[in-house]
């Protein structure tokens, strides 16, 4: 597959010379989003495209699931994202020819993004075949301010001679998502035609519909409408199409301009009258605004972020632009999200369709606490809507507590390949933790989100789940880590402590809000029986290897010969899983997870031997692996590795480093690259009850700096070989941090620095399997 070229910027994502041939990336890249409407980045004339398409964050259909043998507890209905209404196309023909950028070169083509002004601009010059040159420029945009309204601007300029222009600009609704295939018709019965059109309006500006999903039963509404100088305009409106058509006669230096503005909406209740006119209103908004209006409005937005979360690295001009590009889209993806999940592709792609896993609350919402803790709180809000839900399937499970989706959009579990998912037990987890660093990041406590219930629940469930053996010791039998490589196996180490943690956090937090924990039907008793079982958590260990086995065994299983399978990845597209099972390959990083999750668990040689160990025996497959190997080889003081696994990570869609970014971008990535950087190089960690920092200076890079929100305030911290500087951005009150172990104080107006240490590693850098070395 064709991959854009990008050039390399601080602020922009430009691609001066539009590919054609390299769509099924491009439009991934320049996608634009809320968190609530998200927009591919597709031409404005619709064709050629790779995957068109306009999502709503909560939007969704299902449909059946059917197994070749039926089993208890199996999820009997699928779900998948679905587009709505696309209001991006606007065909343009000039002197009757219409714009096909595969029938000819254009003399200019190219696109850009600005990361500071949330603008996607398109820019094209060519001339036609009545010998007029002729300029196009777009520019689009998904408000950050109103959650419903995106506006596209569409000027057509004549330069050197007259020119007849007709412009078709349409509303259209959805189609069946291509990665939901599957040869029951019940499925295609489904997604080939989601909507039902239930009520329309127009006029001569453009139009509106309101359309319900046959099954899902989620209504929305769409409405469009055209601010035109320059020409003329008249709409036509069917049962799901909308069409505008503008037309202008243009003499030489005359242009046509269209500002064309969205609204989406959505609801389970509303009438579709009533949602018909939300849209309607939210289009009469944007109008109101202007397109200038909403550009500033935009770029206010924007320049607040940047002041409060910027990066910057001196040394390596395209891991700058790519740090930023993440930030930007970890912000933008979430910034007003609302009632709904952050999806593996967020709304940039149909990849995953549309589900939302573990790596939102293990690698996003972590990342936003220090960031964007707003956002943060709408996610783990939504996440705690779903107990319910989380309740019922413990039941179907027998056991007790709630046992989180681990594929989902509205918290039903749809996952229908249960060792990779219902066996994934350390999901729930991972969950919890999330609540509680909220909790302890922000200092609103856990409770503050619905955290306290969270926790309980899934501290039963681990109760439930455990078991005490004769000797005393608790296991966890039957489980899969996060390395999917490695399924249904006993005591895997990340599991353990992470069930561990769940318990002890669990019992903290109803120590703090007694009275809430009563209600829950918590008492001294049960509080005594999770911390025992806690104390009691069984942790492999090979006396002879010196390494903690990832699980029971895990180092006793044959070895992958990787010198024979250089080129056999993904592993699970070329071997059975019935092979790779038991065998010492890795999709990705697991044993070395617990290394930072569960830091307070080993010691620096252990660390030390066990990144060595699973350096050599992981081959990320997973785009989550690289930010967490990012991570913990900076732990072992290996910063120069770190360093690479952080480019892997931040390059993940700009490059295309996995060849699927045609699918929509990696969430999980966009938030693990901030980690890498600030948990990585950096050395922060959030799990104390102090912010700590360990900072390293890689050899490729000279300065270092980022931003971060603890307990109300805002701090800047800037690593050079001279050492760190922290200054109080933002808050009124000092603040302790601790930097390699030394309690400094950070006031405002008095900022604290620390010499910058010299990496000391117990062991050299260790070694990846044969052609799996970090792509940077």
């Not at 991959?3 to 590919?19: A, L």
Request: charged share 25%.
């Amino acid at each position: 597959m064709a991959k854009p070229t990008f050039e390399i910027d601080p602020w922009q994502i430009r691609e001066p010379s539009v590919n054609v041939d390299a769509l099924a990336v491009s439009e991934s890249v320049f996608s634009l989003s809320n968190g609530y409407v998200g927009i591919r980045g597709t031409l404005d004339e619709a064709e050629p495209n790779q995957v068109r398409g306009t999502f709503l964050s909560g939007v969704y259909e299902t449909h059946p699931l059917s197994y070749p043998e039926e089993g208890y507890g199996h999820p009997t209905e699928g779900q998948a994202m679905i587009r709505v209404a696309d209001g991006t196309p606007l065909r343009l023909a000039v002197d009757g020819v219409p714009l096909d950028v595969t029938t000819f070169t254009p003399q200019v083509h190219e696109r850009t993004l600005d990361l500071r002004t949330g603008v996607l601009h398109r820019k094209m010059a060519w001339r036609t075949e009545t010998g007029t040159r002729v300029e196009l420029e777009s520019q689009r945009l998904v408000s950050l301010r109103e959650r419903s309204l995106a506006a596209v601007r569409y000027r057509v300029r004549a330069l050197d001679g007259a020119a007849h222009v007709v412009v078709r600009s349409e509303l259209v609704l959805g189609e069946r998502p291509p990665e939901v295939d599957s040869p029951d018709p019940r499925v295609a019965d489904a997604l080939d035609h989601p909507f039902e059109t239930l009520t329309t309006s127009n006029n001569e500006s453009g139009g509106a519909f309101a359309a319900r999903t046959r099954r899902s039963g989620i209504a929305i509404a769409a409405a469009a409408q055209h601010v035109v100088s320059g020409g003329r305009s008249d709409t036509q409106q069917l049962e799901d199409h909308v069409i505008t058509t503008i037309t202008a006669d243009l003499d030489a230096g005359e242009s046509l301009t269209i500002d064309k503005f969205l609204g989406q909406v959505w609801s389970r209740q509303s009438h579709p009258d009533s949602l018909l006119e939300a849209a309607r209103t939210v289009v009469d908004s944007g109008i109101d605004l202007g397109w200038d209006g909403l550009a500033e409005i935009q770029r206010s937005v924007l320049d607040q972020m940047w002041a409060s979360a910027d990066v910057e690295v001196d040394g390596d001009p395209e891991l700058q632009q790519a740090l930023r590009y993440n930030l930007f889209t970890l912000f933008t993806s979430t910034a007003l999200i609302h009632d709904a999940p952050l999806g593996g592709k967020g709304l940039t792609g149909l990849g995953y369709s549309g589900h939302t896993f573990w790596d939102i609350e293990g690698f996003v919402i972590p990342a936003l606490c220090l960031l964007f803790p707003d956002a943060a709180a709408r996610l783990l809000q939504w996440r705690h809507a779903t107990l319910d839900a989380a309740r019922d399937r413990a039941m179907v499970l027998g056991v007790d507590g709630a046992s989180f989706a681990w594929r989902t959009i509205d918290g039903h579990e749809v996952s229908a390949y249960w060792p990779a998912s219902t066996a994934a037990l350390h999901v729930n987890a991972d969950i919890s933790r999330a609540f509680w660093l909220y909790g302890n990041v922000t200092g609103r406590g856990a409770a503050s989100v619905g955290g306290l219930e969270v926790l309980v629940d899934t501290a039963r469930l681990w109760m439930s789940v455990g078991h005490d053996d004769f000797e005393g010791s608790w296991h966890l039998f039957g489980v899969t880590g996060p390395d999917e490589y490695t399924g249904v196996v006993d005591d895997n180490v990340f599991t353990n402590l992470m069930a561990r943690r769940n318990l002890l956090r669990a019992a903290e937090a109803c120590e703090e809000s007694p009275e809430q924990a009563g209600q829950l039907g918590v008492d001294a008793a049960e509080l005594h029986r999770w911390r025992s079982a806690a104390a009691a958590v069984h942790v492999p260990w090979d006396e002879r290897k010196q390494v903690h086995p990832m699980n029971t065994n895990f180092t006793n299983y044959r070895e992958w010969r990787f010198e024979d399978k250089q080129d056999s990845y993904p592993v699970q597209q070329h071997q059975h899983y019935a092979k790779f099972y038991r065998r010492q390959v890795l999709k990705q990083a697991d044993m070395v997870q617990a290394l930072w999750w569960c830091r307070e668990d080993f010691t620096a040689e252990q660390v030390a031997r066990d990144v060595d160990y699973y350096e050599a025996r992981t081959v990320r497959d997973s785009s989550l692996s690289a930010c967490v190997q990012a991570v913990v080889c900076a732990q072992a003081q290996h910063p120069d590795l770190a360093y690479r696994y952080l480019r892997e990570s931040a390059l993940t869609d700009l490059a295309d480093v996995r060849g699927d970014t045609v699918k929509g971008l990696h969430m999980a990535s966009v938030g693990g690259t901030w980690l890498a950087f600030a948990a990585g190089l950096g050395g922060l960690r959030e799990d104390a009850d102090d912010l700590e920092l360990s900072p390293l200076l890689p050899s490729q890079l000279v300065r270092m700096r980022y931003r971060v929100r603890w307990r109300g305030r805002l701090l800047d911290v800037e690593t050079t070989g001279q050492g760190t500087t922290i200054t109080m951005l933002r808050g009124d009150e000092p603040v302790d941090v601790i930097v390699d172990g030394v309690r400094l104080e950070v006031a405002p107006g008095r900022p604290a620095s620390a010499p910058l240490r010299v990496p000391a590693p117990l062991l050299p850098e260790p070694t990846q399997p044969v052609g799996r070395e970090p792509n940077a």
